[in-house]
C-alpha cells in the first residue's frame, strides 16, 4: 500500500488565496518532500523537511513536519493560477514512495 | 535536470507480448527507480536499485522485472503484458534524496 495519503484530493480556490495540501504516511521516515506535477508531465521536487525538523520555508512554501502524529502539511501562500498542478507528499526511508496526490485549481 | 531519458516515450502494444522500457542517466547515481502512474493511485513504486545488479521490490512489483548491468541504465521489463499494466512508467533518480524524474513513458495494452 502508499505510504503518504494526501488531504484534500482535490482543492479549488481563488487567486490569492492560501492553499493548504495535508499529508498522513504511516512509517518511519527519514525526510519527507514536497513534489509537484503538471499535466501530462514529470514531478517536479518542491521541499524537503528532514525528519528532525518542525518546519521550512521556501519561497511562499511553508512545510510543517508532526513526526508523533506521522503527518504533515504544505502551505502555498498568495496562490497564482500558475500554481495550478497537482502535489504530492512523499516519504523516504531507503526508498522513496509517493501519495496519491492533491489536485489545486487556482482561479485566476 | 539530471540526464534522465527513457525510452521509448510511447508504446502501444498488445496483451502477452514481452515489453522492455529503458531508463539512461548521464550522471553517475547509485539509486534508480521505477514508478507507475494511474488515475487515483498517485505514484507506486515498482522496482528499485541500489546499485549494479542490486535491486528490489516496490509496492507493485508483480509482473514486473527489472536489470541494471551498468550503473546508467535500469532496464524494466513486462514479461507477458496485461491490460492492468496500461499506465504512464516513470524512471527517476536519487539525487542528494531528492527525486529527479524522466519524462515519462506512456505505455498502452491492448
Known amino acids: 500500500s502508499q505510504q503518504g495519503e494526501e488531504d484534500p484530493q482535490a482543492l479549488s480556490i481563488q487567486e490569492g488565496e492560501n492553499a493548504t495540501m495535508n499529508c498522513s504516511y504511516k512509517?518511519?521516515?527519514?525526510?519527507l518532500q514536497w513534489y509537484r506535477q503538471n499535466s501530462g508531465r514529470g514531478l517536479v521536487h518542491l521541499i524537503l523537511?528532514?525528519?528532525?525538523?518542525r518546519e521550512k520555508h521556501s519561497g511562499r512554501l511553508r512545510v510543517t513536519l508532526d513526526t508523533s502524529k506521522k503527518s504533515s502539511s504544505l502551505l502555498i501562500t498568495a496562490s497564482r493560477a500558475a500554481d495550478t498542478a497537482s502535489y504530492f507528499c512523499?516519504?523516504?526511508?531507503?526508498?522513496?514512495?509517493f501519495g496519491a496526490g492533491t489536485r489545486l485549481t487556482v482561479k485566476p | 535536470d539530471a540526464g534522465i531519458t527513457q525510452s521509448p516515450r510511447h508504446k502501444v502494444t498488445e496483451t502477452g507480448t514481452p515489453v522492455t522500457l529503458r531508463c539512461h542517466q548521464t550522471?553517475?547515481?547509485?539509486?534508480m527507480y521505477w514508478y507507475r502512474q494511474d488515475p487515483g493511485h498517485g505514484l507506486r513504486l515498482i522496482h528499485y536499485?541500489?546499485?549494479?545488479?542490486?535491486?528490489d521490490k516496490g509496492e507493485v512489483s508483480d509482473g514486473y522485472s527489472v536489470s541494471r548491468s551498468k550503473t546508467e541504465d535500469f532496464l524494466l521489463t513486462l514479461e507477458s503484458a496485461t491490460s492492468s499494466q496500461t499506465s504512464v512508467y516513470f524512471c527517476?533518480?536519487?539525487?542528494?534524496?531528492?527525486?529527479?524524474f524522466g519524462p515519462g513513458t506512456r505505455l498502452t495494452v491492448l
Open positions: 536499485s541500489y546499485g549494479v545488479k542490486d535491486t
Open positions: 550522471e553517475n547515481h547509485r539509486y
Open positions: 523537511i528532514r525528519s528532525n525538523e
Open positions: 512509517t518511519s521516515i527519514n525526510n
Open positions: 512523499a516519504t523516504y526511508n531507503n526508498d522513496m514512495r
Open positions: 527517476a533518480i536519487n539525487k542528494d534524496s531528492k527525486i529527479d
